[in-house]
């Protein structure tokens, strides 16, 4: 077998994860057919295949999914390595991620996460997927349920409630609804709209973070958090919690890299600012009607 490079490995990763051509060749910058060919020209390398194409995509095969783990656990080492150098140099970067709720919170508290002083940066990755953290993709995490994962450990945080809310003094008659697109409706309370009130559904986006303005603009009613939608002072609840989408909330960090000073001290500092807000995760503060 001839030694393929790292640019090639690389290639492969963002191929796998993403799902495809279109996926990696917008995070390479490369044109898909230019990714596709460096896909077969890496198999011809390796002697294996790696993926099983289709019109829908492309998906692994065995040998490509014990390439990926290859691949992520030396991803995990070099950012291990990194991470030590940065430790030497005081050039440190805690890397959380999470989804665009509690982002909205961090970033709102920010001051309270780093201080005046602290010797390492922040690196904030929002999105509603997953947070990974198996392969150190990231060094703090917020997930809605407790991890099975061996090698990670979890603080719960508490619970989390969601309502629907309609703009102040709005029509309590009014059924139209505002969702995130379904394709883009990974968590249980962006669904809840397409599987409960599709046909009324008026108006979609991309990222949950719109929803709030739109409500508040008058198009329509959404499901959001309670600690979003209690806090908005244009926004009511519509009715009770949507008790079906209570769920509890931990932080999780790699079990070897929460001893890291600058990780346990981010961690200490998210777990009392969410915390402090605890009734309103779990909706025990409505709004005033």
């Given at each position: 077998m001839k030694n393929a490079n790292w640019d090639s490995y690389q290639l492969f990763l963002q191929v796998a994860?993403?799902?495809?051509?279109?996926?990696?060749?917008?995070?390479?910058?490369?044109?898909?057919?230019?990714?596709?060919?460096?896909?077969?020209?890496?198999?011809?390398?390796?002697?294996?295949?790696?993926?099983?194409?289709?019109q829908t995509g492309y998906r692994l095969t065995q040998d490509g999914q014990a390439l990926l783990d290859h691949l992520q656990e030396?991803?995990?080492?070099?950012?291990?390595?990194?991470?030590w150098r940065q430790s030497g140099d005081?050039?440190?970067?805690?890397?959380?991620?999470?989804g665009t709720w509690v982002a909205w919170l961090l970033t709102e508290n920010f001051a309270a996460i780093r201080m005046p002083g602290d010797g390492f940066a922040i690196s904030l990755t929002i999105g509603e997927a997953r947070a990974s953290l198996a392969y150190?993709?990231?060094?703090?995490?917020?997930?809605a349920?407790?991890?099975?994962?061996?090698?990670?450990?979890?603080?719960?945080?508490?619970?989390?409630a969601y309502a629907v809310y309609i703009r102040r003094n709005a029509a309590e008659t009014d059924e139209r609804w505002i969702a995130v697109a379904e394709e883009e409706a990974i968590s249980a309370y962006l669904r809840w709209p397409h599987a409960n009130a599709a046909a009324a559904i008026v108006a979609t986006v991309n990222r949950p973070r719109s929803l709030p303005d739109l409500v508040r603009a008058g198009a329509g009613k959404a499901v959001l958090p309670?600690?979003?939608?209690?806090?908005?002072?244009?926004?009511?609840?519509?009715?009770?919690?949507?008790?079906?989408?209570?769920?509890?909330?931990?932080?999780?960090?790699?079990?070897e890299d929460r001893h890291r000073p600058e990780i346990r001290t981010v961690a200490d500092r998210m777990t009392k600012l969410i915390r402090s807000y605890a009734d309103l995760f779990a909706g025990k503060r409505p709004s005033r009607g």
């Open positions: 994860r993403l799902g495809g051509l279109t996926g990696a060749s917008t995070a390479s910058g490369l044109s898909p057919a230019t990714v596709g060919r460096r896909m077969l020209d890496l198999e011809q390398e390796v002697g294996r295949a790696l993926f099983s194409r289709s030396m991803e995990a080492a070099a950012r291990k390595v990194e991470a005081g050039g440190t970067t805690v890397r959380i991620a999470t150190r993709e990231s060094d703090i995490g917020i997930r349920f407790e991890p099975e994962e061996a090698n990670l450990a979890a603080r719960r945080l508490g619970e989390v309670c600690f979003v939608g209690d806090l908005h002072p244009d926004l009511q609840r519509l009715g009770g919690e949507l008790a079906e989408l209570r769920h509890a909330q931990w932080i999780v960090m790699n079990a």
